[in-house]
């Protein structure tokens, strides 16, 4: 990659990166702080105030990618940075859990993950795309992974609006970096794609199903993943001694595999060996997830390969077949199939795992693998584009 496309990869993982450590810092603490304020013991309510990020996103992910063809990347960034911001600031001045889900739905406003990752093709070339989108995805898992450690510990020492406080800076900072170390981004046409061109695009759609049906995964198992944890022996405190490693380990599978699938043309035996281990992974935890420490963690590393792999293929597909004019509005609909994912993976987690027992999460998760695969399996790979040195 060039010193400029470096420069774009890391910048754009850190705009990530903030924002979504805000977000994850909350999320092992919220339910257990929000038993002491008012509207604690209504635990739909509280849910909502976590989903309610998702949902909201979910809406938003469109028009935001839409304006981000029409106005530029980099204002629409900002703009919905600064909503996050304001969300922020209400949770953390909230004194009952109502206020603070009117906040997370503001959090939630700024749907920025379609015009990033616009901005990320637009500033790297075909064969660079999918190390960049590497990048942003490591940098998701990695901060999930941190949080985890970190959130307990900060918050005993700042507690929970010092959380939302600390959300707030960090979103500052990603709006600092936005303006001062992305590179310029190139112009981009100022007319918006017709939708028409993006769902009746089936390579489009098919990537779509599969962002949605990954992070429905995701977000249904860690309805059961915590649990067994604990069941298996380790206490919350130290879920990290397993998420970490991980993590890690994840990274230094994933890439070599990113390497292939560039250089070598391989970028579908990459991605539907991922899809077919993400089925793998379903099925252990149907039979074995709660079997034992190790069991869960060897399925959650193989999880974490194949969550990183596809993170870092699928926008960088899309955004190599996506009309240039509708890049924007294509990462629009592939960010909102994303939230509706993150949404519904924990709400129909939450309740099959209540109705049905947590085999019907496992069930649900691998039904969904297994359509992804036979979808994936009819899919054209995006043309190899070599540029002269």
Known sequence: MSPAERRAGVSLAAIFALRMLGLFLVLPVFAVHAHGLPGGDNVGLVGFAIGAYGL????????FGTASDRFGRKPVIVFGLLLFVAGSVVAALAQDVTTIAMGRVLQGAGAISAAVTAL????TRDQHRTKVMAMIGSSIGLVFALSMVAAPVLYGIIGMSGLFWLTAVLAGGAILTVLFVVPAAPPVPRATGRFAEVLGNGQLMRLNFGVFALHLMQTAMWVLVPAG????GLPVAEHWKIYLPAVLLSFAVMVPA???AERKGAMKPVFNTAIALLLVVQIGLYVE????????????TLFFVAFNVLEATQP????????AHAKGTALGVYNTLQSLGLFLGGALG???????GPGAVSLLGGGLALVWLALAAGMTPPARRVVPA
């Open 350 to 356: 939450g309740w099959l795992a209540q109705h049905e």
């Open 258 to 260: 990113i390497i292939m």
């Open 316 to 323: 960088s597909w899309i955004s190599k077949i996506a009309p």
């Open 229 to 232: 944890l604990v069941r298996a």
């Open 120 to 123: 990320a093709a637009d500033l």
């Open 289 to 300: 997830g709660s079997a034992g420490l190790w069991p869960l963690a060897i399925l959650l």
């Open 56 to 63: 909201t996103q979910a809406f938003l992910q469109i028009p």
